[in-house]
């Protein structure tokens, strides 16, 4: 399960009997059944949360590149985006990724956006360099974000 942990694409296993990665884990899947698996790590926000896995018990299947490439672009779109709203459902508290700026630091986002430096933005805004520069990094905070572009692409939504 750790190689598919460190790996973007997802891991087809045509045969679970044989299959040698599985190791201890290989004996659970054939009493359950499984024959053959697809699995892809699920991410939400660049974060790790889950595993998703497509299971084939009638036979030993092998998995097509279509299958493959649908498996990689539906947990990146879909299933790992809604695991990712599933447990901040369930602990709200430990994600700050919903969290919306504030109204004055998302009009000073949005002028960052359209390429503004923090002093243009001050100055526009009747507001001190340094109240500027608290906006923004209370905004990367709430947000996580890692830097003021990463802080723009967050807020598209509201901007």
């Known amino acids: 399960m750790q190689k598919i942990w460190q790996t973007s694409s997802p891991m087809a296993i045509n045969n679970v009997s044989s299959h040698d990665e599985l190791k201890e884990l290989k004996d659970v899947f054939l009493n359950a059944g499984c024959k053959s ?18 299971d084939y018990t009638l036979k030993p299947h092998v998995w097509s590149e279509h299958e493959i490439n649908f498996m990689q ?11 990712g709203i599933s447990n901040y459902w369930f602990n709200p508290k430990l994600h700050s990724m919903f969290s919306k700026p504030t109204e004055s630091e998302l009009i000073a986002i949005r002028l ?23 906006q923004f990094r209370n905004a990367r905070n709430r947000l996580n974000a890692r830097n003021q572009i990463d802080l723009v692409k967050k807020c598209e939504h509201w901007l």
């Open 73 to 83: 672009t539906f947990c990146s779109k879909f299933l790992g985006p809604l695991a």
């Open 37 to 54: 698996m697809l699995l892809q790590r699920l991410l939400w926000e660049e974060k790790l949360i889950g595993i998703a896995c497509i």
């Open 112 to 134: 960052a956006a359209k390429g503004l430096t923090y002093k243009q933005i001050a100055d526009q805004l009747n507001k001190s360099t340094r109240t500027i520069e608290n």
